[in-house]
């Protein structure tokens, strides 16, 4: 029983005796509703991707919990198939790296060609690359939900040597290899990176923080694409999202999914988006080295392409001031 006093007493008085009175007064007369129509979807689709699957130990997680999480995440934002560009060249006999790229097959994600080693085009001979594209090949061959769609290391296809992006492109399409490019990325493995180094250096994380401006770089470069894509398509074709196979992804995906949902996004699986008409695209422009929606910007004197946090001097400065608070 909770004590009152007098003064109390009183208020609680008025109090009842204003929800009793409360239905008495006139109702004033309401504006209708608009409902929403259920008929109307969002036209803002997205696939989730993670490359440099089986990737080395982060700044937080045990490897071998961090897949676990990963997928536990996936199940939980709602995201049935994820595309996982794999590195088979980092995969020794001796780790359970194998088993955990299985897991995420058995849990219903699709696998496919990141070259064995993450070659880097640019500083690589055309001979030489390919033959780390046909050692991932031949590692993924079988393995059940591989998808033959192959990821460019560092989204690089042969920076401005257009003979060699030519070669590969042609080589590639031989193989029966499609291009798995992506349309959105805000750098997870560099504020990955960033967190490593504060943390080796005992710096104190604002955890809360660093995940606000994780799903936050991430909501908005997706708008950012979209509205790009729109300027220079006319239409909204469905994005891809990039992702590595960072702690920082495993722990905060959901997190992202649930606010890509409030934003209006509709998440879809690596197939259909991989169904778009910008899959068969192929933008010819003086670089070789982002994402197919600034590639087909700059190939149509779009300006305004750059995502600005995927500049580096932009992300550090903001991540020392919202999660080292410095
Ligand atoms: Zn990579």
Redesign the pocket.
Known sequence: MIALSPRGLLLLLLLVGFLYAAPRFAAPAQEPIAAADPTVQSDKRIAFSF??TPRGAGAFLEKDERHELLIEALETAGIEQAAF?I?PGRITPSDHDAEIVMAYAKAGHVLAN?TAH?SKLASTSVEKFLADVDEAAEWLEGKPNFRPWF?F??LDEGSKDKAKRNAVRKALKQRGLMNGYVTIDASDWYMEDLALAASKSGKLIDWNALRDLFVESYVQSANFSDDLARRTLGRAPVQMILL?ETDLAAMFVDDLAEALKKDGWIIVSADEAYRDPIAFMEPDVEFADGTRTQMLAAERKVSNRWYERNDQKVAKKLFAERVLHE
């Open positions: 490359d440099d560009f590195n990141h993450h990821r290391p560092h590595h």
